[in-house]
């Protein structure tokens, strides 16, 4: 079974367009494994990246982004805090500029989309909202020092 | 070294571990920004101090030159080495570095953005007298018709965006050429972010030689011998050797001048590499492209000229003029090295992510194994596949073939698939001892 580019193209297309969130094609000297966008289904270990074993190179079609992920939102087993990870890594502020108050202290109630700090990448301001409703029970991160990925910013007395 | 203190290691797996060790012999300090996955490579692990650049895939890690200067800047690293492969050859990242007051380890973005054109770097060949094939940027079909009788099927379609055997496709006649064009330009518009394709002639019978230079910031440029890397599938290399077997005398030494002549007329800096195609019924060579970076198959040239690279990259990135003279470049004995991956060979290539249950590859004074990986190591689905290179020098190439074998009979892993097999038979293949390979003979002989 020979498959010409356009033929490749157009099952992509047609996969695009539907439901599925991940697909299998084997017949004789062909097999084909798709799984679509940044989505995490499937545990079969394979590439999540669309892959073609047979002539035709596909590259991922424009308009199916790879989902942003973010980090995971730890429960801390002792004491039922959850943690606040930085969602990129880049320079931690606790204010909107020097001299102003900060976002949130120790104490402070906040809702998912209340704006806990800015991270700064190459000069660009990012403001991180707090993923979760509750009380700052803890500001674990310097100000002004480098975050990494996924590390926790702050920690929060979750609403019960 | 004088400026350069703290180095910034923006990559992954065997090369991000070589680097270390490279500034490690320096007594440079060293940070390496990994992905989440990679928190506890071998690399972050024997680095002074590792920082998590961001989630897994690489477009949000390993490929945002953002955080990799922001990285660097937050550890109060000096410079950055970019390895092979991700940002190695991003003009962006080498500008955002200098803007930012840190050392690139290589070439200024100049001159990486003119070797990324792949027709520029072209016209820059033909300038400097460097043979090129016959070829020519196309803009539309009936143009490219045009173009292609001049230049005679089959042919290359070629992004000028792409390189490392990316981006490229084979049109036999004017119907395929038909066919493929509109994809090809979307492709490489998606791929590269530059649609622009030319038509090149396509050598039937051909071999892959490169030719290894060194260039420091004070206009001095030498070449460190060459490499044959003519045993790939689908344009990637699979073994790589050096010296390249069966060529004349008077060929290597024309070769290897045109890859400094055109190193030289480029302004080039730091190690680099300039590749060829060889016409092995002709004997005619063509220059195909020049790397900015150092190459996954360098420690073939450092076997055989007892040099290391990326020791060399850090010096000259550091201002120092090379230590050694052309005079001084000696080659001695014959290196091969075989890439071993973690993929299907049976299934079509298809990579073989997962965890290692075994992992185990000889300790032997001949042989060199760079890799990353150890018992229970993951091989994440993110990235490439390779799980490491065996390098053996001998004194010529029959005893490295062996000796490789053996090794290659020794290596033992479970948990994912491997290429093993596939190298054993190349390997022991009556073409590849007789120095008869060419570029399209894995597909066509073996696979």
């Known amino acids: 079974m020979a498959l010409s580019a356009e033929d490749v193209r157009e099952i992509l297309r047609i996969i695009d367009e539907s439901d599925l969130t991940e697909l299998q094609i084997e017949t004789e000297g062909f097999s084909l494994h798709v799984r679509k966008g940044g989505g995490e289904a499937g545990g079969s270990g394979r590439p999540r990246a669309r892959s073609v074993s047979q002539g035709a190179e596909v590259g991922r079609p424009s308009g199916a982004p790879e989902a942003p992920a973010s980090p995971p939102t730890p429960e801390d087993e002792r004491d039922g805090l959850v943690t606040i990870p930085a969602p990129m890594l880049g320079t931690f502020y606790r204010a909107e500029a020097p001299g102003q108050p900060p976002f949130v202290e120790v104490g402070r109630r906040v809702e998912p989309d209340t704006i806990v700090c800015i991270i700064e990448v190459m000069k660009m301001m990012n403001s991180v909202p707090a993923g979760v409703s509750g009380t700052i029970a803890e500001v674990v991160a310097e100000n002004a020092e480098l975050v990494e990925y996924g590390e926790p910013l702050f920690r929060v007395e979750p609403e019960t | 070294m004088k400026h350069i203190h703290r180095v910034f290691v923006a990559n992954r797996g065997e090369i991000a571990l070589r680097i270390v060790n490279a500034c490690e012999e320096l007594g440079l300090e060293t940070v390496v920004g990994t992905s989440d996955v990679d928190r506890n490579g071998l690399a972050a692990r024997r680095a002074d101090r590792s920082v998590c650049i961001g989630p897994a895939p690489a477009a949000q890690s390993y490929l945002r030159d953002d955080l990799v200067v922001q990285a660097a800047l937050g550890t109060e690293c000096d410079a950055i080495h970019p390895g092979y492969g991700f940002l190695s050859e991003s003009p962006k990242l080498a500008s955002r570095a200098r803007e930012n007051g840190l050392t690139f380890v290589g070439p200024p973005a100049e001159v990486i953005a003119l070797s990324g054109d792949k027709l520029r770097a072209r016209e820059e060949a033909a300038q400097a007298?460097?043979?090129?094939?016959?070829?020519?940027?196309?803009?539309?079909?009936?143009?490219?018709?045009?173009?292609?009788?001049?230049?005679?099927?089959?042919?290359?379609?070629?992004?000028?965006?792409?390189?490392?055997?990316?981006?490229?496709?084979?049109?036999?006649?004017?119907?395929?050429?038909?066919?493929?064009?509109?994809?090809?330009?979307?492709?490489?518009?998606?791929?590269?972010?530059?649609?622009?394709?030319?038509?090149?002639?396509?050598?039937?019978?051909?071999?892959?030689?490169?030719?290894?230079?060194?260039?420091?910031?004070?206009?001095?440029?030498?070449?460190?011998?060459?490499?044959?890397?003519?045993?790939?599938?689908?344009?990637?290399?699979?073994?790589?050797?050096?010296?390249?077997?069966?060529?004349?005398?008077?060929?290597?030494?024309?070769?290897?001048?045109?890859?400094?002549?055109?190193?030289?007329?480029?302004?080039?800096?730091?190690?680099?590499?300039?590749?060829?195609?060889?016409?092995?019924?002709?004997?005619?060579?063509?220059?195909?492209?020049?790397?900015?970076?150092?190459?996954?198959?360098?420690?073939?040239?450092?076997?055989?000229?007892?040099?290391?690279?990326?020791?060399?990259?850090?010096?000259?990135?550091?201002?120092?003029?090379?230590?050694?003279?052309?005079?001084?470049?000696?080659?001695?004995?014959?290196?091969?090295?075989?890439?071993?991956?973690?993929?299907?060979?049976?299934?079509?290539?298809?990579?073989?992510?997962?965890?290692?249950?075994?992992?185990?590859?000889?300790?032997?004074?001949?042989?060199?194994?760079?890799?990353?990986?150890?018992?229970?190591?993951?091989?994440?689905?993110?990235?490439?596949?390779?799980?490491?290179?065996?390098?053996?020098?001998?004194?010529?190439?029959?005893?490295?073939?062996?000796?490789?074998?053996?090794?290659?009979?020794?290596?033992?892993?479970?948990?994912?698939?491997?290429?093993?097999?596939?190298?054993?038979?190349?390997?022991?293949?009556?073409?590849?001892?007789?120095?008869?390979?060419?570029?399209?003979?894995?597909?066509?002989?073996?696979?």
């Open chain 2, 129 to 447: 007298g460097v043979p090129i094939l016959p070829g020519e940027q196309v803009e539309s079909a009936a143009q490219a018709d045009e173009v292609a009788q001049r230049i005679g099927y089959p042919l290359l379609v070629k992004a000028a965006g792409g390189g490392g055997g990316r981006g490229i496709k084979l049109a036999r006649d004017a119907d395929e050429l038909d066919a493929l064009l509109s994809l090809a330009r979307s492709e490489a518009g998606a791929a590269f972010g530059d649609e622009r394709l030319y038509l090149e002639r396509f050598i039937a019978a051909a071999r892959h030689v490169e030719v290894q230079i060194a260039a420091d910031a004070h206009g001095d440029v030498v070449h460190l011998g060459e490499r044959d890397c003519s045993v790939q599938r689908r344009y990637q290399k699979v073994i790589e050797e050096a010296p390249a077997p069966v060529l004349e005398p008077a060929t290597r030494d024309a070769i290897r001048g045109a890859a400094v002549t055109f190193a030289q007329a480029i302004g080039y800096q730091n190690l680099g590499t300039v590749e060829f195609v060889l016409d092995t019924d002709t004997g005619e060579y063509y220059f195909l492209e020049i790397n900015c970076r150092i190459q996954v198959e360098h420690p073939v040239t450092e076997a055989v000229t007892g040099r290391d690279l990326v020791v060399l990259q850090l010096q000259i990135a550091d201002g120092e003029p090379l230590n050694f003279t052309q005079d001084e470049v000696t080659i001695d004995g014959h290196a091969i090295e075989c890439r071993l991956n973690a993929e299907d060979v049976a299934h079509g290539f298809m990579p073989s992510p997962g965890t290692l249950s075994l992992f185990a590859v000889p300790d032997w004074p001949q042989l060199r194994v760079d890799s990353h990986l150890f018992p229970g190591a993951v091989i994440p689905p993110y990235y490439d596949s390779l799980m490491a290179k065996l390098i053996v020098r001998a004194d010529d190439r029959d005893s490295a073939i062996d000796v490789l074998l053996d090794a290659l009979e020794d290596v033992d892993v479970e948990g994912v698939e491997t290429n093993r097999t596939l190298l054993i038979s190349v390997l022991g293949h009556d073409d590849f001892r007789r120095g008869a390979v060419t570029t399209d003979w894995l597909e066509r002989a073996i696979v």
